[in-house]
């Protein structure tokens, strides 16, 4: 920061802040730049002199005004947190530590065409029920991920309107979010549930889609019969 240096009555030389210097706090106290206490150690220093008491109060109105705009940004409610519905970037790279799920490997109409399963997931970055869900979503991809396309789909992505083919992810929502959609190998809808549905629900179904043992009887992912596909789920 600028300064001009000027010598009082005892011969020390003091600072003298430029009426642009004020200018200069308002601004890198709003882009975060400047840190507060060097900004407060400079107004301590006008404070203590009489002389400079107009410009102390150029400087404590944009003081006041970059405070008044960062305000909502030094309250802790304003960091972003799972429990709240503020964006604070992909749920599934922030709250699940898998930064491999968006994009998607393949999208719905390639799905189709190589004839596999196919887990929708419907999501909002800054819906605290999503990124709850997000942990759900990144298990479907470790366990069913090599045999089944795994497609997030943010709500936002989808376009408006009037109606949607069936390799469309429009196709299938239904208005709310989490929303988890299961389609096996022929593309028929076997699973639609809406918010935060259990992992254990969606691997039931996911296991007569694979035609592998219920949990009940393993819980490692096992076919009934052995086919080429065993390897693809271990």
């Keep these: 920061m600028g300064f001009r240096q000027e010598s009082n009555s005892s ?12 200018r200069r706090i308002h601004v890198r106290l709003r882009r975060g730049v400047c840190q507060t206490e060097n900004c407060l150690n400079i107004l301590t220093l006008l404070i203590m ?3 400079y008491r107009l410009r ?17 940004w030094l309250t802790p409610s304003a960091y972003a947190g799972i429990d709240d519905d503020r964006l604070d970037g992909n749920i599934f790279v ?20 190589r004839k596999i399963p196919a887990i929708i997931v419907y999501y909002l970055d800054d819906s605290s029920d999503c ?24 709500v936002d992505s989808i376009p408006l309107k009037s109606s949607y083919r069936a390799d469309e992810p429009g196709y299938y929502y239904r208005g709310g979010v989490p929303q988890t959609v299961v389609l096996d190998q022929q593309g ?5 549930g809406l918010g935060n549905v259990k992992y254990e629900d969606v691997d039931d179904v ?24 065993n390897a693809e789920l271990r």
Aim: hydrophobic letters at 45%.
């Design 94 to 113: 922030v709250y699940a530590g898998n930064g491999s799920l968006v994009p998607p490997r393949l999208n719905l109409a390639e799905t189709f065409q």
């Design 49 to 51: 002199k009489s002389r």
């Design 11 to 22: 011969g020390l030389v003091e600072p003298e802040i430029l009426s642009s210097d004020a």
């Design 188 to 192: 028929k809808v076997v699973y639609d």
């Design 206 to 229: 996911l296991r007569k889609v694979f035609d592998l043992l219920p949990r009940s009887e393993s819980l490692e992912l096992k076919r009934r019969s052995f086919n080429e596909f």
């Design 131 to 154: 990124k709850r869900f997000a942990a759900i979503v990144s298990r479907f991809q470790e366990f069913y991920g090599r045999a089944a396309s795994i497609i997030p789909v943010t």
């Design 56 to 72: 102390l109060q150029i400087c404590l109105v944009f003081l006041i005004m970059a405070l008044a705009s960062l305000s909502p």
